[in-house]
């Protein structure tokens, strides 16, 4: 898709929150830090989320408001608190999260003003964890049949994930990104079986559910991007890089994807449209927390000192 005359606009749906890492504590939520990414890069994205009226929620919104998110789909809730989550990460540096329930972003409503600006612009991105409870989940519904463009993030945390859910979510994507165990719980739940190779799980899952986009991310070994419409798998390699944290890193790979894909002009290929998504999602990854601040001429430099080795393969399905 092309930029042209009009600037690309966006919604991130779903929650927003205080990590309490064991640093500190640092703004997070999956959606919002999608959100932070699209605006840094010119992609003007609001986030539609609801926080408490306490403490917590009046420091988030002005932490956001510093971040260049724009709050003005915030919701407020008089009785939730906003939401915390609890953060340890391991001697490998995995994180693990205890993600307190209910909170403020449980209850997030739509109205006619809502919904009328989702059908005006160019994308909607959601996640699955949202949806824990039946009041945002039907919100979300109510949304999705509005949107132009769907891009779900699936983001799986036990114990508030379940196959109804997940599939009424996917059957409305036009795009989904997820990581390789997500890939292989919801392929399993479709009949996938142990000797299903990743390609044939991700077919399987495009197939039954109608997606013509679908990028599956690995950790240190890269992404791969799937292309219904031209039949073709694309892997492309992460950063090698000194891991701080990996706090976000999928969530701004998605984001830069997402901002080169809607601002492509003529000439831009796909190669240069997943080298830009790790390079951002390697930036983060030797940063501290999912929204570290930066410029473009830090990105430039960044990858200038990390250039990526161009071992990506391209593979036209048969």
């Keep these: 898709m092309r930029n042209g005359d009009k600037s690309i606009q966006g919604i991130c749906f779903g929650e927003v929150l205080w990590d309490n890492l064991p640093t500190g504590k640092k703004l997070g939520g999956a959606p919002l830090n999608v959100a932070y990414h699209l605006n ?85 991105v959601y996640g699955s964890l949202a949806c824990r409870d039946e009041i945002s989940f039907q919100s979300l519904l109510l949304l999705l049949e509005k949107a132009r463009f769907r891009v779900m993030d699936v983001n799986l945390r036990a114990p ?52 013509q986009e679908v990028i599956v991310t690995y950790g240190a070994d890269g992404a791969v991007y799937h292309f219904k419409k031209d039949n073709i798998s694309y892997h492309f390699p992460a950063l090698k890089v000194q891991v701080e944290d990996t706090i976000g890193s999928g969530d701004s790979f998605l984001a830069a994807f997402l901002a080169k894909r809607f601002q492509m002009q003529d000439g831009v290929q796909l190669e240069e449209v997943l080298e830009f998504a790790a390079t951002l999602s390697g930036f983060v990854t030797q940063s501290s927390g999912a929204c570290p601040a930066y410029s473009p001429e830090d990105i430039n430099r960044f990858h200038w000192l990390n250039p990526i080795f161009r071992d990506s393969n391209l593979k036209v399905k048969q």
């Design 40 to 124: 840094k890069l010119g992609v003007v994205t609001r986030m539609l989320t609801r926080i408490g009226r306490d403490e917590n929620g009046s420091e988030l919104l002005s932490a956001c408001e510093q971040l260049g998110i724009p709050t003005t789909l915030f919701q407020f809730d008089d009785s939730l608190p906003t939401s915390t989550v609890e953060v340890t990460i391991d001697a490998e540096r995995n994180v693990q999260y205890e993600i307190v329930y209910p909170v403020a972003w449980d209850r997030i409503a739509v109205d006619t003003v809502v919904l009328e600006e989702v059908e005006v612009i160019d994308f909607l």
């Design 160 to 211: 508030y994930f379940g196959p109804e859910k997940i599939h009424s979510l996917l059957k409305y994507a036009d795009f989904v990104k997820m990581n390789a165990e997500e890939l292989h719980i919801i392929s399993d739940w479709n009949g996938a079986t142990a000797t299903s190779t990743d390609q044939q799980r991700v077919d399987l899952i495009m197939e039954r559910f109608a997606i």
